[in-house]
């Protein structure tokens, strides 16, 4: 079954279902023992998803920005880490497309082997010393040219999906021109390596291990783009960060409910979910869902039916939605270990996997902090050229 085959996106994102719901039958194992779940990327891979973000142009479905959340929220509901991990790649295929940001013989190239390999790739930025890239450090990994290509050298954290990634897009300093460019690495690169370094508590099947690069060669084509550290423009593909944290909470507001509607306990008749204080809960939960599914794709929706000129001027409402839906989705976590109470804490629940794979959205670009400060200047702005 390929699902690129179908259509219809409700046929798609019906078949995805499909696949993805046998994903949270080893989601508690790849968890207790931080392993990734590969079975889960190559089951991607055969129905054809990975390849849904290519453009039609060189054979993709090239699917809008609704249907790339509404997939990733669906894989969310089954396993937080595969949608992470998968999104990833999903996103930068797309925003590719979208800001026409490499050569385009060579994105066709890449795109071919999408489509006939399942070929997977991630951007690397986040080092040590810099921390977030989007707060606009420069890269100590440096790229050194000579007449034939690049010496890279340096090292990378959170190289999300790193066990099957085939090529990483790394940002690297030009010291000879005080520049920073993205370069194309291919895995089998001589001098690349992957250090299992992933030991967080949160999303621990996305193997986002150290990339490590030792005087890694590439061809002088290797350098895709340059990039100006902390100047972004608005992102649409990464509403795949937000997607995949409200599909953890639904999954988590799942459990509460099936638990309060089957829990009796000898002291009430019934069910729990008829007691006012837990039909409080179920309420806040449902609440928050639905307040949350509207604002991520009503705001999806937006970015399809825009314009370049338009789309970058919606970074605000882009930042608000992913403030939003994360932190509500700890909120909702939270409100449903309530309702089961102490067994929500067992190392046997799944809640208590929900709880830490929420919190990990906190630190998913963009961050919290800069979000407000972008949404404080942007009222500000209005009001001054309404006065």
């Not at 994105?107 to 810099?130: H, I, K, R, S």
């Not at 996305?206 to 972004?232: E, I, N």
């Not at 959205?361 to 979000?371: I, K, R, S, V």
Request: glycine fraction near 6%.
């Amino acid at each position: 079954m390929n699902i690129s085959a179908f259509s219809k996106m409700e046929e798609r994102l019906a078949a995805l279902r499909k696949t993805a719901s046998s994903f949270s039958e080893k989601a508690d194992i790849h968890d207790k023992h931080g392993t990734f779940p590969k079975e889960n990327i190559q089951a991607l891979k055969d129905i054809g998803y990975t390849s849904l973000t290519v453009p039609k142009r060189f054979g993709g479905k090239d699917i809008s920005l609704t249907e790339l959340v509404k997939s990733q929220e669906i894989i969310a509901e089954y396993d937080g880490s595969t949608a992470l991990s998968i999104g990833w790649h999903m996103g930068i295929v797309k925003n590719i497309n979208e800001q026409k940001i490499w050569p385009e013989s060579l994105y066709q190239d890449f795109c071919q082997e999408v489509l006939e390999n399942g070929t997977l790739l991630n951007n690397t930025a986040t080092e040590p010393a810099t921390g977030s890239p989007t707060r606009g450090g420069k890269p100590e990994t440096t790229a050194v040219q000579d007449k034939n290509g690049w010496k890279i050298t340096g090292r990378k954290t959170f190289t999300t999906m790193a066990p099957v990634l085939d090529y990483f897009v790394v940002s690297a300093t030009i010291p000879a021109e005080d520049k920073v460019g993205n370069f194309l690495i291919p895995r089998n690169s001589r001098g690349l390596s992957i250090e299992e370094t992933w030991d967080s508590i949160a999303m621990r099947g996305t193997g986002s291990h150290d990339l490590v690069l030792k005087d890694v060669y590439v061809l002088s084509d290797a350098l895709v783009h340059y990039v100006t550290p902390g100047d972004k423009k608005a992102a649409g593909w990464l509403l795949h960060i937000p997607a995949c944290y409200l599909g953890i909470a639904k999954a988590a507001q799942k459990h509460a409910v099936q638990f309060a509607t089957s829990y009796s306990p000898n002291s009430i008749d019934g069910t729990i979910s008829e007691l006012p204080n837990v039909k409080q809960k179920l309420g806040e939960m449902e609440l928050l869902v639905q307040k949350n599914s509207h604002f991520l794709y009503s705001v999806a929706r937006q970015w399809d039916e825009s314009t370049d000129k338009e789309q970058q001027k919606m970074k605000p409402e882009l930042g608000a939605v992913k403030y939003s839906v994360v932190n509500d989705a700890v909120t909702i976590v939270d409100t449903a270990m309530r309702v089961v109470g102490a067994r929500s804490l067992s190392e046997k629940n799944p809640l208590q996997r929900y709880y830490r794979d929420v919190r990990a959205g906190l630190h998913n670009p963009p961050m919290d902090d800069m979000t407000i400060m972008l949404l404080a200047a942007d009222s500000i702005n209005r009001a001054g050229t309404s006065s």
